[in-house]
């Protein structure tokens, strides 16, 4: 595992530094696993960077889950469109992703990258999926969460739908429902086969923490296994930057001495 003392961590250059908001136990791993929203602000441009200089420090190897055709289900809602030709749509998105952060990507000691469907397309997933959603429907406390979640993202972005009168909420549970339906069983897969803490910067990943530690029967397998880490990004001052520049300068000398 890289450095365990904090203390030990150069300090974080660039426009950005990298906060841990809630999950500190991602210091009892040494993978971590970032979740990509293609097309979302975070992971582009000086905060992915941030994170990904943040990672390096701390974790020996690092997997990057490009969930680029599960934004499929946002776009049906919106824009309608048939399944697979909005998903070959985010397919392309996804891989045009890792190919402008492929040189960022090649950074990392220990890199490892799938796309959504590599997850999908495993012999499993169906059988997982089939139980995912007898779960949805016999688990009061997993069916009360994801329709509790699909709510409080409504009512967030309720000003944004207002003037498209032609998006209703049935229309938007639905799409809903199956994105998280779908993501509960890649997620169950992914923790199932691989030791990690995911590390996110945007709202909590209801998969990750709703059943951690605390199997219950129908339960698709790997479920509690999840971890979880919701991170955010401080702007660094003019004067914060150079600081930080002296301090990188200096540790790097004491590396060569």
Not at 24 to 29: G, K, L, R
Not at 95 to 113: F, Q, S
Not at 152 to 168: C, G, K, M, P, Q
Request: contains cysteine.
């Amino acid at each position: 595992m890289k450095r365990s003392d904090p203390t030990q961590y150069p300090q974080q250059t660039g426009p950005y530094s990298v906060r841990v908001k809630t999950g500190a136990n991602w210091q009892n791993y040494s993978t971590c696993r970032l979740q990509i929203s293609v097309g979302q602000a975070y992971h582009e441009g000086a905060k992915f960077e941030a994170t990904i200089n943040w990672v390096k420090e701390r974790f020996d190897s690092v997997i990057i889950c490009v969930n680029d055709t599960l934004q499929r289900h946002n776009t049906l809602f919106m824009d309608g469109g048939d399944d697979d030709t909005v998903a070959r749509r985010w397919s392309c998105e996804g891989a045009n992703w890792i190919a402008r952060h492929k040189d960022l990507l090649a950074t990392l000691e220990d890199c490892t990258v799938y796309k959504w469907d590599a997850w999908r397309n495993q012999e499993n997933y169906t059988s997982i999926r089939e139980q995912v959603d007898h779960f949805y429907e016999t688990n009061d406390l997993f069916h009360n969460a994801i329709n509790a979640n699909i709510q409080t993202f409504w009512d967030r972005n309720a000003i944004s739908y207002e003037d498209r009168h032609e998006l209703d909420f049935t229309k938007f549970a639905r799409h809903s429902l199956r994105y998280l339906l779908e993501e509960t069983a890649v997620f169950s897969i992914m923790f199932d086969q691989i030791e990690a803490v995911d590390i996110y910067p945007g709202t909590v990943l209801l998969p990750a923490f709703l059943f951690r530690g605390n199997p219950v029967p129908g339960m698709p397998e790997g479920l509690d296994k999840g971890a979880f880490t919701r991170i955010d990004f401080k702007r660094n001052s003019a004067k914060a930057l150079s600081d930080n520049q002296d301090a990188l300068s200096q540790f790097s000398s004491g590396k060569n001495n």
